[in-house]
């Protein structure tokens, strides 16, 4: 029940807290909005059914968001996709050089530095659209 109150804690935003964001249109829970639909459309598809307009018409927030973190990683990949990789450079560089990045979040990031650098490697991952990327990236380094 306490999940539903609108408060923040000192571990962060409850459920409802966020919910209240999203009717209001608060910037922050916009931008965790648009990676949870764009991630729900990669969990079956690929990103050519992600709108551009998702990842790239996003309000601004502050940059220690994680889930700006993840928008720009969603964005990274989708230029990758579509063959714009100095457009993607730039956005991985814009983000490996935050301090803001969690060490997890660095090491996802690290794994396209690779796609740049020659030698993907490829790792499994539970988004489809994703593998498909992998797939691509892969494809590219051989020729």
Excluded: N
């Excluded at 927030?61 to 450079?89: I, N």
């Amino acid at each position: 029940i306490a999940a539903i109150l609108p408060v923040e804690l000192s571990a962060g935003k409850t459920d409802g807290l966020v919910a209240a964001g999203i009717i209001k249109g608060a910037a922050e829970e916009e931008i965790a909005l648009r990676v949870l639909t764009a991630q729900g459309i990669l969990y079956r598809h690929s990103f050519f059914e992600v709108p551009q307009a998702l990842l790239f018409d996003a309000p601004t927030v502050r940059e220690d968001l994680t889930s700006l973190h993840a928008l720009e990683l969603l964005r990274m990949q989708s230029l990758l996709w579509e063959g714009k990789r100095e457009a993607a450079y730039e956005i991985l560089q814009y983000a490996t050089g935050s301090d803001e990045l969690f060490e997890e979040e660095k090491a996802e990031f690290e794994r396209y530095r690779a796609a740049f650098t020659g030698g993907f490697i490829r790792e499994k991952c539970p988004l489809y659209g994703i593998e498909l990327l992998e797939e691509k990236l892969e494809g590219e380094g051989e020729k």
